[in-house]
């Protein structure tokens, strides 16, 4: 065992820090859930690619540096230290490339890789159905065979910045007669493809951060099969464990707002103000245990990506992951709005609001971690049945 | 020991819910989000009509002469049907402020539905100033009446649109003072407790509302072949969010009495209701969005009508921390 970081690493983390000193936009971006926003988001995601920091894991050929998993962790810590924009990409980098490369052909792989990396090609995830969340396999919405092509019907919902996304990676069923998750098929959408509709939903803050596609006669090619034809479920299956797992939501994510929380007790506990009222000595154990939290996520992702660097492989244990790291960040959140007291309610807009609002923003966003990527009842019936072999 | 409600009591507060299940929808809070005043058009109104806006008024103002236990309730079904209103400030907190400072001329104008008094203790924001035609304000050991006209307002925009907060400037001056000295420190006190209860029992009602349309959700949604109300997961959610409403409940009612009563304890009473009912409302708020899936993420859906709202009023009138460290003290460590 060997806990200190190569010199490669630290120099990967020197780098990584001074090209974001330098480039970190000063004013926060707009909301990547509005039209102009996303369009920022897009820019700065084309500002990474510039200098290859878009997708460090990947090959050189695809627009990243051939970055080892650790160095991607390092990445990530440096990424949300700096206070750099949210990643507009993530549903594509960290859900779809991965799946990319371990189901894409070539042609696929440089087709679709390279403009994922660019930010030329925002992708969003269309699974969800009206009657099929948690129940993902009850999905309905038929892709029917007419040549080369498939013909769509049906509803998909909640597809998360499908309102402004290029291409959307779908699962339709391709074989109504097969066993529910037999009879799937993992699809790449054009978003301008003719027959498909989007509307835009409002989240929780009102933003238009959702969408509902609507499927009339839409025609897909069978080129955009990702994994073969009733392979969708395990290609689906890989995608959901990025998700759920280190992928999506790295150590670093957490560890961020975790430190600034211990700062923001500081400062609270500095600025007394007779008019809002002393901080809660009490919150300072909460704000302690957040971010050991963070620390203990931060060693269990390095300890995971040891040993798939070694040639393991991502089992059931991203369940735990995802419980973890989902309720870690409403509690990180929910604690700095306490420090806040009175204030914590302020939107962003407001004169008095503690952080430019950025706590009640992220409570809000932080609230959704435990229902997608698989709600955390789901992943502790994984974790009973599928860890601890309990019975079903 | 008699820990029970009267007759009268009841009828009241059902009259009240029938009102509020007619004109307080989640429709009117939801227009009431986006209009200017961020209240339900003429409910207020109603509300004056019925006695409730002057309950806490003294018979002699014109008021009904009522306490706080018979407005303990009113201010459950307030937050029930997230009512967007000043039954905090004006009634439960101003009314009784200005009695016990001995004032007359404006809480006859608001015992008569007149006017808006507006509240600046126990908060560094006033809901409603905008409309209010009258602030009552502190300035050290002083408690001031300001009319509107004097002050000016910043407005500070909340995650419940409808909670229309502001801070006020203004500069104390003779002409507003009402009282000073340890009287009307004591009053100040006195009237944030009043807030606190009010507060407390708001919450429970928000509570009690995002569990009941839980119960409803998922009996109806179904996932894997069954109504996803039938999953131990989802049940005990449920069932805890429940248990710390029901405990906080009788608490304050508890608080209401005393405050009623002006027990010795009515002071640690209030931080009991609150603390409980803050904590309540803010495990139901997180079990509700929970137990609703995507559906309850969502600004057209209402759930988050009642959750903005329970987070708020959580934090208002001091969170349960503050409440906590109170108790406390008042028990010595
Ligand atoms: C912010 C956000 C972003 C999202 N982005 C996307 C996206 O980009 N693309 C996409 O396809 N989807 C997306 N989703 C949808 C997400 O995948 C679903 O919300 C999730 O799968 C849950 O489904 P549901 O919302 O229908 O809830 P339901 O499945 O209806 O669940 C309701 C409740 O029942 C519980 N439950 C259900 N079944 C069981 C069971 N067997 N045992 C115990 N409890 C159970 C759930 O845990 C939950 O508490 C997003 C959701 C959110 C909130």
């Given at each position: ?12 983390r ?48 695809y ?12 990445f ?6 700096s ?45 969800s ?98 994994g ?31 430190e ?20 809660d ?15 203990a996520y ?11 660097m ?14 973890f ?19 914590g ?36 019936n ?11 | 020991?008699q820990?029970?409600?009267?007759e ?66 009113l201010?459950?079904e307030?937050?029930r ?9 004006h ?47 502190v ?25 229309r ?8 001056s003779?002409?507003?003072?009402l ?5 009307a ?14 507060a407390?029992?708001q919450?429970?009602?928000i ?61 640690r009473?209030?931080?009991l209701?609150k603390?409980a009912?803050?904590?309540a409302?803010?495990?139901a ?16 859906y209402?759930?988050?009508?009642w959750?903005?709202?329970g ?18 003290r008042?028990?010595?460590?």
């Open positions: 065992m060997d806990l200190t970081f190569t010199e490669a690493e630290e120099s990967f020197h780098d990584i820090r001074s090209w974001l000193q330098q480039h970190v936009p000063a004013k926060s971006l707009r909301s990547m859930d509005t039209a102009d926003g996303f369009e920022q988001h897009r820019g700065w995601e084309k500002e990474l690619h510039a200098d290859r920091w878009s997708v460090v894991s990947w090959p050189e050929k627009g990243g540096r051939d970055c080892t998993l650790i160095e991607w962790l390092i990530e810590e440096e990424y949300y230290r206070g750099a924009p949210g990643r507009v990409s993530a549903n594509g980098v960290t859900l779809l490339g991965p799946t990319i490369f371990g189901f894409g052909t070539e042609e696929q792989k440089d087709r679709f890789l390279p403009k994922m990396a660019s930010g030329d090609e925002i992708w969003a995830q269309g699974w159905e009206p009657n099929a969340g948690s129940d993902l396999a009850g999905l309905k919405t038929k892709a029917v065979r007419d040549g080369d092509h498939f013909v769509v019907n049906g509803q998909k919902t909640w597809c998360s910045r499908g309102a402004f996304a290029d291409w959307i990676f779908c699962i339709f069923r391709t074989d109504p007669e097969a066993q529910r998750h037999k009879g799937l098929t993992y699809f790449l959408v054009p978003a301008d493809t003719p027959g498909m509709e989007r509307n835009p939903v409002g989240r929780l803050d009102g933003e238009p951060g959702f969408a509902e596609l609507f499927f009339e006669d839409a025609s897909v090619h069978e080129s955009m099969i990702l073969g034809e009733g392979q969708g479920w395990n290609v689906a299956m890989a995608t959901a464990s990025s998700e759920r797992g280190l992928n999506l939501r790295s150590p670093g994510r957490f560890m961020a707002p975790a600034r929380a211990v700062e923001l007790f500081q400062r609270m506990s500095e600025a007394r103000d007779e008019r809002v009222g002393g901080v000595p009490t919150l300072r154990d909460q704000i302690i245990r957040n971010w050991m939290n963070a620390q931060r060693w269990f992702t390095f300890s995971t990506a040891t040993r798939l070694g040639g393991g492989h991502m089992g059931p244990e991203a369940s735990l992951m995802k419980v790291w989902s309720e870690m960040d409403v509690e990180i959140h929910a604690t700095a709005l306490r420090l806040a007291g009175a204030q309610e302020l939107m962003g807009d407001a004169p008095d609001a503690v952080d430019d609002g950025t706590w009640m923003d992220g409570y809000q966003f932080a609230l959704s971690g435990p229902i997608y990527a698989g709600t955390n009842e789901i992943q502790r994984i974790i009973a049945e599928r860890v601890l072999g309990l019975p079903r | 020991m820990f029970a409600f009267t009268d009591q009841l009828l009241f507060r059902d009259t009240v819910r029938d009102l509020l299940a007619n004109e307080c929808k989640p429709e009117a809070v939801r227009a009431a989000w986006l209009n200017p005043t961020g209240r339900v058009p003429g409910l207020w109104d109603k509300l004056v009509d019925m006695g409730v806006a002057a309950l806490t008024a003294p018979e002699a103002a014109g008021g009904m002469g009522m306490n706080e236990v018979d407005l303990v309730l201010q459950e307030a937050g049907a997230a009512l967007p209103e000043v039954l905090i400030e009634t439960a907190v101003a009314l009784p402020l200005l009695a016990e400072l001995g004032e007359s001329a404006w809480l006859a104008k608001a015992a008569a539905g007149e006017v808006i008094v507006g509240v600046g203790v126990g908060s560094p924001y006033v809901l409603y100033a905008d409309q209010a035609d009258v602030l009552l304000l300035h050290e050991d002083e408690v001031h009446a300001v009319p509107a006209a004097d002050v000016t307002l910043t407005a500070q925009r909340s995650v419940d649109y409808s909670r907060l502001f801070s006020v400037a203004w500069t104390p003779d002409a507003t003072l009282a000073k000295g340890p009287a420190q004591q009053a100040v006190v006195d009237a944030c407790d009043r807030g606190a209860l009010a407390a029992a919450c429970v009602g509570a009690q509302t995002l569990i009941e349309v839980t119960v409803d959700y998922v009996g109806q949604r179904e996932q894997f072949g069954k109504v996803v109300g039938s999953y131990q997961a989802v049940k005990h959610h449920i069932a805890n969010a429940l248990i710390a409403t029901e405990f906080a409940r009788p608490l304050a009612y508890v608080a209401a009495y005393a405050v009623a009563n002006s027990t010795p304890h009515r002071g009473d209030v931080s209701a603390a009912a803050s904590d409302v803010d495990k708020a997180r079990m509700a969005l929970q137990c609703h899936g995507a559906i309850g993420y969502t600004f057209e209402d759930l988050h009508l959750m903005k709202r987070w708020a009023l959580a934090a208002s009138w001091g969170d349960a921390s503050f409440h906590r460290d109170r108790i406390g008042s028990l010595g460590i």
